[in-house]
């Protein structure tokens, strides 16, 4: 076995924040000899493809970062609290210079196939390129949200003007000056581009199937003594992130939202709601995601919001969530969105109200019988998140499988980072971890270590294949779904659902606690602990 012609020892597909740090861990700890391919021209993932006005993180740059270079983490200074895709994709860049990555990493090169070799336990790898590459451990690095969606409209392709997806966004930028333009969607992108692209459009016209809840992003400059503070305190800021619910220093409220009194609660929300970001989302009453009455009472808070921020009431009727509970989907953070539908050159049209979608034609976009003529269209729409990248990787494990035919009822994994029938195959964020549930990089930089330290282990141990039990596997897809059917977020036809894209298997895709991601690094690491219990290694 051990004499089969290999080229690498590891193979990393993707170098965003997964591929960069799993290429580092396991070339610059372990010594390993590691190729990484991406599709995208340099490095940063997201922050490489998604350049559409006003894309910026959503997490306080603080702790979206890595944290594995301590001299980095007091040397880089972010301009705001949330900076701007530019500002991340300059960090990545500087983290790949000073760490010398790219010489490890073939760009512009898409990973089109792979098998899996029972008899000498290696990988061979295919890619657009031609090449064609065997490694013991390949590694998806692969984004849970890279997989672009575009949903197929009839008339797509008769339009005449010009169409973009924000995923896919040009690198020499959109001037939207003096045109009719349309955004289809209003997900947590659509929220940061809205904003942006009404100021400069002569008119804009924002297609909405689904209103969401949105929470104040409060963007701006860090007060400089508090970014001293934690500077100085930075391994203090990183192990609570690490034993964290979310990766976030946001804790719920240890009550009941109904047992308080209603000024109590008032003034817990308004401070929330001062307070910005998720914390709304993440620090609210801890009832909020289970009991549909608890729900109601934070989502109406959201709903004064609403109509005391939107002028026209019907504009703001239209605004209104309906029929999912609050916290179910993605939260958007708003700068200026709502006002925006105070500008007299922005429309809303509502599926609800004024009908959906029913063709694009040669001259924009026909809803409820009537044709909106514009000159651009911005599809904010999202993407086959969590599963679309993986599957498409097309790799075939153990006797011929794929992640298509054996995820064909939502996916299937043993602690979101092995497949049973894969053997070899790490995933970095797969679904069944916590991934989008959480501030990523701390999500990221938790599975590159453990993997790292799998690898590690086997090598130590003249070990060649590791591969998740189907027994583990079924326990830990039983647990994963028990602990999310007991709150309201299997309700909502959420992306975290898979209700997004026509077909996909209605489940929830990632993991949510019951203790949140530091209760599942606590059990990731008891199970290496004790051997890797639940893999079979050999
Ligand atoms: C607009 C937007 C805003 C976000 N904001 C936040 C935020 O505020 N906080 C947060 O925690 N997370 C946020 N996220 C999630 C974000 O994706 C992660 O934080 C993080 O960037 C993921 O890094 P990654 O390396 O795992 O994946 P990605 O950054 O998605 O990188 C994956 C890379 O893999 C490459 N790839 C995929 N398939 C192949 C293939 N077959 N062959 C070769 N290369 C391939 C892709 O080209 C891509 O470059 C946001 C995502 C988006 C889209």
Redesign the pocket.
């Known amino acids: 076995m051990a004499n089969a012609i290999q080229d690498f020892d590891a193979l990393v597909?993707?170098?965003?924040?997964?591929?960069?740090y799993m290429l580092k861990s396991l070339r610059d700890k372990l010594g390993l000899k590691v190729r990484v391919?991406?599709?995208?021209d340099t490095?940063?993932?997201?922050?490489?493809?998604?350049r559409?006005p006003g894309?910026?993180?959503?997490?306080d740059s603080y702790i979206?970062c890595f944290t594995f270079d301590k001299q980095l983490l007091q040397e880089w200074e972010w301009s705001e609290r949330?900076p701007e895709?530019p500002e991340i994709l300059r960090y990545l860049e500087h983290v790949a210079a000073r760490h010398d990555l790219k010489r490890d990493i073939q760009f512009g090169?898409?990973?089109?196939g792979g098998e899996y070799d029972e008899k000498t336990n290696l990988w061979t790898v295919q890619?657009d390129k031609g090449d064609n590459v065997t490694a013991r451990y390949v590694i998806?690095?692969?984004?849970?949200?890279?997989?672009t969606n575009l949903p197929q409209f009839k008339g797509l392709e008769e339009f005449k003007g010009k169409r973009y997806h924000?995923?896919k966004f040009p690198h020499t930028g959109v001037d939207f000056t003096g045109k009719r333009v349309a955004v289809v969607g209003t997900g947590?992108?659509a929220v940061?581009a809205i904003p942006e692209i009404a100021q400069q459009a002569k008119h804009l016209t924002v297609f909405q199937r689904t209103a969401n809840y949105c929470v104040p992003a409060r963007n701006g400059k860090v007060d400089p003594d508090l970014v001293k503070t934690r500077k100085a305190d930075y391994d203090g800021v990183v192990k609570r992130v690490r034993e964290s619910f979310f990766?976030q220093e946001h804790y719920f409220i240890p009550k009941s939202v109904l047992e308080v009194s209603a000024e109590e609660r008032e003034r817990e929300f308004e401070r929330m709601w001062d307070a910005g970001g998720f914390a709304y989302w993440l620090a609210n009453y801890q009832d909020m995601f289970f009991d549909q009455k608890a729900n109601d009472v934070c989502a109406d808070f959201i709903r004064r919001k609403i109509r005391a921020t939107v002028k026209d009431p019907k504009v703001a009727e239209k605004l209104m969530p309906k029929g999912h509970a609050y916290g179910c989907k993605r939260q958007p953070l708003d700068t200026n969105y709502y006002e925006t539908y105070n500008k007299p050159n922005v429309l809303l049209v509502d599926a609800a109200t004024d009908g959906g979608i029913e063709e694009i034609t040669e001259k924009g976009i026909r809803a409820g019988g009537k044709e909106y003529e514009v000159d651009i269209i911005v599809f904010a729409t999202g993407?086959d998140a969590m599963t679309g990248?993986l599957t498409?990787?097309n790799l075939k494990g153990r006797g011929g499988r794929t992640l298509d035919k054996e995820w064909s009822e939502g996916p299937r994994s043993y602690l979101g980072v092995s497949v049973a029938g894969f053997p070899n195959l790490f995933t970095?964020?797969g679904p069944q971890s916590p991934s989008?549930l959480?501030?990523?990089?701390?999500s990221?930089e938790q599975h590159v270590d453990w993997i790292t330290d799998c690898i590690d282990n086997m090598r130590k141990n003249g070990q060649t294949a590791i591969e998740a039990t189907p027994e583990a596997q079924e326990q830990w897809v039983k647990h994963v779904n028990e602990v999310v059917g007991a709150t309201l977020m299997v309700k909502a036809n959420s992306w975290y659902m898979g209700a997004n894209i026509p077909g996909k298997p209605r489940t929830f895709l990632p993991y949510l606690g019951p203790e949140g991601v530091g209760g599942y690094r606590k059990k990731c690491d008891e199970i290496a602990a004790k051997g890797y219990e639940g893999f079979n290694l050999g």
């Open positions: 597909i993707g170098a965003g924040f997964s591929g960069m391919y991406e599709a995208g490095v940063g993932g997201t922050w490489y493809w998604n559409y894309a910026r993180c959503d997490s979206y949330y895709q090169t898409r990973v089109t890619t998806a690095a692969v984004g849970t949200l890279s997989d924000t995923s947590a992108t940061q990766g993407f990248p498409k990787l970095i964020t989008v959480s501030n990523m990089p701390v990221i």
